[in-house]
């Protein structure tokens, strides 16, 4: 199972940019994907999540601003962030998690470096 993040870059504040996380070797559709970000120095942080129904949840710092979106067609969950800030700044990682039974598999995708400058 392999996750492939892309669309990071560097981006002025106020900014916009498209994460994308596209999915092999296992199907998410039934499952929850989400973003996570690290900015040097700070502990790994859940920015926003989506469950396979469709609902989401947004960390409060980028609540009105970022999208989480999911196409199951493409196994690709999408990260819409607009009016970016400095303090947006940090590594993206993508995030699926599979439940078979009682227990949960975590998959990790390579993050990709979002830069935002003042």
């Known amino acids: 199972v392999q996750l492939q993040a892309s669309g990071g870059g560097l981006v002025q504040a106020g900014g916009s940019l498209r994460l994308s996380c596209a999915a092999s070797?296992?199907?998410?559709?039934?499952?929850?994907l989400a973003w996570f970000r690290q900015a040097p120095g700070k502990e790994r942080e859940l920015v926003a999540g989506i469950a396979s129904g469709g609902s989401t949840y947004y960390t409060d710092s980028v609540k009105g601003r970022f999208t989480i979106s999911r196409d199951n067609a493409k196994n690709t969950v999408y990260l819409q962030m607009n009016s970016l800030k400095p303090e947006d700044s940090a590594v993206y990682y993508c995030?699926?998690?599979?439940?078979?039974?009682?227990?949960?598999?975590?998959?990790w995708g390579k993050g990709t470096q979002v830069t935002v400058s003042s």
């Open positions: 995030k699926g998690t599979i439940i078979t039974g009682n227990s949960g598999m975590d998959y």
């Open positions: 070797g296992r199907t998410f559709s039934s499952n929850s």
